[in-house]
């Protein structure tokens, strides 16, 4: 297993994301929540390569705060959108969104909400802004970003 299996898994969603429109982020929501649902079997696949992927140590290999984070992919093998795993039970550091950001969110342990959102989908509009925050337990979240664009906070 290795991160060409996310991003296979992945793929269908990488594809939808390329005529999704992300200026309307309850729509976007919407849509990936009801094509690609997380209750179903493409979640509890995403889910066992998760924890497979954290298990043997190439996935989530990195640690800063409450989380463990490793990049899957960049934007030329994510079809245009870099794909990154975090695996968080805190706060993380403020950036904003320059073309927005797509989150698939996979509750590993608890009752966990990232930024509010349960289990699911969330999304992001360009330009947005935030410090990522999970509250209530653990959770997976694979992140892609149009064209890996983001800006962090400079220390």
Same mark, same amino acid.
């Given at each position: +297993?290795s991160?060409e299996?996310?991003?296979?898994?992945l793929a269908p969603?990488?594809? %939808?994301?390329k005529?999704?429109?992300?200026?309307?982020?309850?729509?976007a929501? *919407?849509?990936?929540?009801?094509?690609?649902?997380?209750?179903?079997?493409?979640?509890d696949?995403?889910?066992t390569?998760?924890?497979?992927?954290m298990?043997d &140590?190439?996935?989530c290999?990195?640690e800063?705060?409450p989380? %463990?984070?490793? %990049?899957v992919a960049?934007p030329? @093998?994510g079809k245009?959108?870099?794909?990154d795993a975090?695996?968080?039970w &805190?706060?993380?550091?403020?950036?904003?969104h320059?073309? &927005?950001?797509?989150?698939c969110?996979?509750?590993? *342990?608890?009752?966990? @909400?990232?930024?509010g959102?349960k289990?699911?989908w969330?999304?992001f509009e360009?330009?947005?802004?935030?410090?990522?925050?999970?509250?209530?337990?653990?959770m997976m979240?694979?992140? +892609?970003?149009?064209g890996?664009e983001?800006?962090?906070k400079?220390?």
């Amino acid at each position: +297993m290795s991160n060409e299996t996310v991003i296979d898994a992945l793929a269908p969603v990488l594809e %939808r994301l390329k005529s999704l429109d992300l200026t309307d982020p309850g729509a976007a929501k *919407e849509t990936l929540d009801m094509e690609f649902p997380l209750h179903s079997e493409f979640g509890d696949n995403l889910r066992t390569l998760a924890r497979q992927g954290m298990e043997d &140590g190439w996935l989530c290999n990195r640690e800063g705060g409450p989380s %463990r984070f490793s %990049r899957v992919a960049k934007p030329d @093998a994510g079809k245009g959108f870099s794909i990154d795993a975090v695996f968080m039970w &805190g706060d993380g550091p403020w950036h904003k969104h320059t073309k &927005g950001e797509v989150n698939c969110l996979l509750a590993l *342990e608890g009752e966990p @909400a990232f930024c509010g959102f349960k289990e699911g989908w969330a999304v992001f509009e360009p330009g947005s802004q935030h410090v990522p925050s999970v509250k209530g337990g653990k959770m997976m979240i694979f992140y +892609m970003l149009p064209g890996g664009e983001v800006e962090w906070k400079k220390a």
